[in-house]
């Protein structure tokens, strides 16, 4: 008799048509910026009633497979004292659990960066598992610059992200591996097309020399799209040069992959998440979203502290949710 182990299960729980994930893994301090954006305070307690207004949003669960939540949050509690991690279960959704601990410069250098929190992260990974944790994410970002990055900060963080992944499949935990191109700049999409080549491409040796099958992984990149202040092109263009760029690197047992926003707007991101996954019908893997600021901006700059806004701002989360929802599976309408 067949029978999953319980990665491949939870690969397959997260990996639901019409749900994606929701990124709400920001740090204390990155959360932080956003508030400070829309004029919210950073305490313990404006962080918790943000939170406590994502995941009590009524019926999310039928957008959302699964939370990537942060130390905090994990062990928060709503204002009822009900901990966030049981309401998410209660609702059928996958906990996970962000265990990087951040960046720092990589060699001194200033534009390079290095993921921080390899070390004591199999007993953080053991204590996340036990508050119900069953998927971790680690986050690699490579910035665009004239000679980066560099073949050693490629070597070096993608063999982070491999040594992660090992040790998250270690503790029965699906390791969402995240390799981030961001978007800073003024390069044009063949930049980020070339760069995202070179950044998978070190992803998957690094994978194999670990021994990390691509089957018990799910891929976390950034869609190929032009720096934020360069040649704007059309969904179409991104689409084939998302498509094209994973097709010649991305193992075809890779179960599934997972976007990130990166900053772009909501309806951005949809639409181009729309135009990868009608590009892309064809491909292997199962295309899915984990956003951030993408499935957040409206409902935080909607509540932005206030009581009175709560309902309102849960109703523009659900609705971009679904929205979300309806581009990963080709039926994004704009209005
Ligand atoms: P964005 O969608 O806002 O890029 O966040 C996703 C994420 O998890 C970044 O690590």
């Not at 905090?72 to 601990?101: A, H, N, P, W």
């Not at 995240?178 to 998957?204: A, C, M, R, W, Y």
């Not at 772009?264 to 199962?286: D, F, H, M, R, T």
């Not at 009175?308 to 309806?326: I, K, N, W, Y």
Request: charged share 20%; with cysteine.
């Amino acid at each position: 008799m067949f029978s999953f182990s319980p990665v491949l299960k939870t690969i397959k729980q997260i990996l639901t048509p019409h749900k994606g994930i929701l990124a709400a893994d920001e740090t204390p301090a990155t959360l932080g910026k956003r508030f400070a954006a829309v004029g919210i305070e950073n305490t313990v307690e404006n962080r918790r009633a943000y939170r406590e207004i994502l995941f009590t949003t009524p019926n999310i669960e039928n957008y959302i497979s699964g939370v990537i939540l942060q130390d905090e949050t994990i062990r928060q509690t709503t204002s009822g004292g009900l901990f966030f991690r049981d309401i998410l279960q209660k609702k059928g959704i996958v906990l996970g659990i962000k265990v990087d601990q951040g960046l720092a410069p990589f060699n001194n250098s200033t534009n390079e960066k290095i993921t921080q929190g390899i070390e004591g992260l199999d007993r953080r990974l053991e204590e996340y598992y036990s508050m119900g944790a069953r998927f971790a994410k680690w986050r690699a970002v490579f910035a665009i610059g004239t000679s980066t990055p560099s073949k050693e900060c490629l070597a070096a963080n993608t063999h982070l992200l491999a040594v992660f992944a090992k040790l998250c499949l270690k503790r029965s935990m699906v390791p969402i591996v995240e390799p981030e191109v961001l978007q800073d700049g003024d390069h044009d999409i063949n930049v980020t097309f070339e760069t995202t080549k070179k950044v998978l491409t070190s992803v998957f040796l690094a994978l194999a020399d670990e021994g990390v099958s691509a089957k018990k992984i799910i891929l976390k990149p950034n869609m190929v799209v032009p720096g934020e202040n360069g040649p704007v092109v059309l969904p179409e263009v991104v689409a084939e040069k998302t498509v094209e760029c994973f097709k010649t690197i991305i193992p075809e047992s890779l179960p599934g992959i997972v976007f990130l926003s990166g900053g772009q707007s909501e309806e951005a991101a949809c639409i181009n998440l729309q135009a990868i996954v009608q590009y892309g019908k064809q491909c292997p893997w199962q295309w899915s979203f984990s956003f951030g600021r993408a499935l957040q901006n409206s409902a935080l700059q909607t509540w932005a502290g206030k009581k009175e806004q709560v309902d309102g701002a849960q109703a523009l989360f659900l609705r971009r949710a679904m929205m979300t929802s309806d581009a990963k599976e080709g039926e994004y309408q704009t209005f």
